[in-house]
């Protein structure tokens, strides 16, 4: 018999394992935080006394975001997926959600579609390989956090205030921003343990803006890989990451129910996989 219950500070190791079967190398500190910001949104999945499965949402508003649907490879087939997917959306839709999107594995659309979930656009990732020294020219500033999460919202139509408010204070050596008086743009780098560096949030209010900032980012990290994730309707976010020297990875697809809010015009780098 499984059940469903909330997932509690207890159950964020396990959902780290998890992940690391799975190759997505996020840790405990990752679900921590994402417990911390949706915590009647993560759900476990149990067959008798044993956590065999697990969700993540995050909300924003009237928006919100899945991910981190993983089920235990031994229990597959058993509609745990689908019943994990179900009651997370039963508690979004509780709180009048009107648009739930998420990033899908191409393997997993075909459940997602089944649930009503409609394609939105290629989610696509993309790595930087460690290199020497750069030529990039160096525009970096620091933004006071209050106005970086007003222009955040500004650009985005989206009030993602506290994940931006917290990542700014967390990760205050790897916050960019371009404008002296008035924000053009700005990045948070995070750093990853033995693993490529994440850049997410990356707003920029144009091409021209983010360009100068993500010079800025790839001078500051000379020798290490840098990951990021950009919408494929920003073809012109793609074409310069492309021209810096970063390559395609596997992506995933971006799906939504309910709504569908168009956001994306001034995303030059998704906050996360599980974040939106």
Same mark, same amino acid.
């Given at each position: ?7 509690? @500070? ?19 500190? @990752? ?50 997926? !689908? ?35 409609? @394609? ?16 990039? +020219? ?27 408010? !917290? ?27 033995? *693993? ?14 983010? *360009? ?19 919408? +494929? ?13 970063? +390559? ?29």
């Amino acid at each position: 018999m499984v059940n469903i219950s909330k997932m509690t @500070d207890s159950d964020t190791s396990f959902a780290a394992a998890l992940a690391q079967r799975e190759g997505w190398g996020h840790r405990d500190f @990752d679900y921590r935080r994402l417990l911390s910001f949706e915590p009647d949104g993560c759900f476990i999945a149990w067959d008798n006394d044993n956590p065999v499965g697990m969700i993540t949402s995050i909300s924003f508003g009237h928006y919100a975001f899945l991910a981190s649907l993983i089920v235990d490879k031994p229990v597959r087939g058993r509609g745990i997926g !689908q019943a994990l997917m179900r009651r997370a959306i039963e508690y979004l839709q509780s709180r009048k959600i009107i648009s739930i999107e998420l990033d899908g594995v191409i393997d997993a659309v075909p459940l997602y579609r089944k649930l009503g979930f409609k @394609d939105k656009y290629l989610s696509f990732r993309f790595i930087r390989k460690p290199v020497g020294n750069t030529n990039f +020219e160096s525009n970096r500033s620091q933004g006071a956090i209050g106005d970086i999460v007003e222009f955040d919202k500004k650009m985005i139509g989206l009030d993602r205030s506290r994940i931006v408010r !917290q990542f700014c204070d967390e990760f205050k050596e790897g916050l960019f921003t371009v404008g002296d008086f008035n924000l053009e743009a700005y990045a948070v780098v995070r750093p990853r343990e033995k *693993e490529p560096y994440y850049i997410g949030p990356f707003v920029a209010i144009n091409i021209e803006s983010f *360009e100068k900032l993500l010079g800025s980012v790839i001078n500051a990290h000379n020798g290490i890989s840098l990951k990021t994730g950009v919408p +494929e309707t920003n073809r012109n976010a793609v074409e310069a990451l492309l021209s810096c020297g970063f +390559e395609y990875i596997q992506p995933s697809l971006r799906m939504y129910l309910g709504e569908k809010i168009e956001y994306e015009k001034h995303v030059y780098g998704i906050l996360s996989a599980e974040k939106g």
